[in-house]
């Protein structure tokens, strides 16, 4: 069997700590596992396979022999040393910004639309966390009724803003209990016990790029450029598992016990829907996990063909470091590696 | 002037207490003040204009003399006692589920329909706290472009079901935070650190009563039978203040500067939105405040004539105490007391 050099680009990150360890549980063969970082990083030792692998600066060198390259260290890298591991032959699946809009990047969520892996360029784009969950709990519903229109709410865990934020919310917490003055850095303002309707950087029309992220990377991966579709983003003070109110318009008349067991069958996607046993899908229940949890499925009675849905999943996972390993794992499965 | 003797019933309960502070604050002219809970609370002092006042353990003839009947106690002793306090020459303000939608009684909130108090029959429904503060939002836009449909999702604070759940929610964050087994009781689920997408008991339909609650008092209130409404009612780690993203379709294209400038010259709303300086709604700036905080105003270019609005307000004030205390206001300057 051919085995493959990959690489994690922002190995030290919340996001890269997930890579390594999705990719240590997984079927992708791994022959050497590079871990790279910024210097900050370098020397430092983590953990493959049981074995102490020294971490490595990132640099124009860094990607010979590399097979895969998964980039989750913020745009400005991904602009930089993308292209670069990509003409040193890997194939780059990247977890930033930067790429997911361009044209030429295929921008894939592997129970959505793998299709779009077909003649990559040797980039990939792996979405926004928000968009993916969203994503994999519409697209079953779209392939049955054809959407119309969607309305999504987001609650979103501050480990989407990396550990740091994770920290924050933890020391904010802990001064607030002890009515201690709080340190307020990773956002605007205090996190614990509030909550912050602004999610990266905002336009002239008053749309979070946050927002506006969910609305355009959407529309590409389900290939509807025209699909009407609005966000309201939100972070939460929640360590992780982002969850999603979803609101859909659909073409035609839904069954909701139909609409519950297409979800139910789909790849990638648990339901927890009996509310009356007090049963639906929490972050609590998403963290860790690898499914979209998906519950609170009913009608919506203000429309004649609406649905309301309650979609959770860990945003580091399947949210971003899970769906970069499984659009690596279907490259090799498809050999479109080679 | 004439004054009036007022009672609380339920005066020990966060809602009542809520209510004597605000008594306290403004201009209704209280004589007397009579505070009423059960048995468990008799012999309790509370202050009432710095002078320690008895409660009262609430019965039959709790309500000889009084003017005013301030209910805070639940559905059953609404209903069981709303009626006698009615009969002994009290107006009653009913913060519980009991009476809301019977037809013979008026569920107002004043900035919204204050006429509907006219020719009232000595009980009056407060509504719901997450309905007030999405009334109040929605009548401005209503009354200049029409509501065609409305979709909401709640980020609800756990004070709304009462002091114990924010005991709770303390207890839960410090055991989280320290590693310890956390003592679940309020909830079906822990609450630090997660969200609960359960209010009140489901329906047949997958509805929670507090989503169905927002629809039906929301069409009451606007006198709007056939307003296609749908919600979500999403319990969140916060104290006080809950927070509502509502997407609206109106029935013309609306002007987002217009509709800012309407919002933000409505009684009862404090318009927070100038994103860019990360400056909106949020809890934190909520609780404690009279107003609701209208912000994130925006379009929402799915629909021809659609706006996103994030509304927060003090579920304890406005939503439940100060919305009964300026029921009795109007009720009392509008001579329909006597």
Not at 131 to 140: E, F, R, S, Y
Not at 206 to 231: C, F, Q, W, Y
Request: with cysteine; net charge negative.
């Amino acid at each position: 069997m051919r085995e493959y050099n990959v690489a994690i680009v922002g190995a030290t990150g919340a996001v890269g700590e997930q890579m390594r360890k999705i990719l240590e549980s997984r079927d992708l063969p791994v022959s050497h596992l590079k871990l790279l970082a910024s210097e900050r990083s370098e020397g430092k030792r983590l953990t493959w396979k049981r074995v102490g692998t020294e971490v490595e600066v990132l640099g124009a060198d860094s990607f010979q022999n590399i097979d895969i390259a998964l980039f989750s260290a913020g745009s400005e890298i991904s602009e930089e040393y993308a292209p670069i591991a990509r003409d040193s032959g890997a194939v780059v699946i990247d977890n930033s910004n930067a790429w997911r809009m361009d044209p030429e990047v295929p921008l894939v969520v592997p129970e959505v639309n793998p299709a779009a892996l077909m003649g990559h360029h040797g980039l990939i784009a792996n979405p926004n966390c928000s968009t993916i969950q969203m994503v994999v709990a519409l697209k079953p519903l779209h392939d049955r009724w054809n959407l119309k229109r969607v309305v999504v709410s987001t609650y979103q865990a501050v480990s989407g803003s990396g550990q740091k934020a994770v920290d924050e919310l933890m020391a904010q917490s802990e001064a607030y209990l002890a009515d201690k003055p709080l340190d307020i850095e990773s956002y605007p303002h205090q996190i614990a016990f509030n909550l912050i309707p602004h999610i990266d950087v905002f336009d002239d029309d008053g749309n979070s790029k946050e927002e506006m992220k969910m609305v355009h990377e959407t529309r590409k991966i389900l290939d509807l450029d025209d699909l009407p579709i609005t966000a309201t983003t939100v972070r939460v003070p929640i360590v992780v598992g982002h969850s999603e109110s979803i609101n859909v318009e659909l073409s035609e008349p839904v069954d909701v016990e139909e609409a519950r067991k297409i979800l139910a069958e789909s790849s990638g996607i648990t339901v927890i829907d009996n509310p009356r046993e007090a049963e639906y899908p929490m972050p609590l229940n998403a963290a860790g996990m690898d499914d979209c949890y998906v519950g609170r499925i009913r009608r919506d009675d203000s429309l004649a063909s609406g649905l309301n849905l309650w979609v959770v999943a860990d945003n580091l996972r399947k949210g971003a470091a899970l769906n970069a390993v499984q659009i690596a794992e279907v490259l090799v499965r498809a050999g479109l590696k080679e």
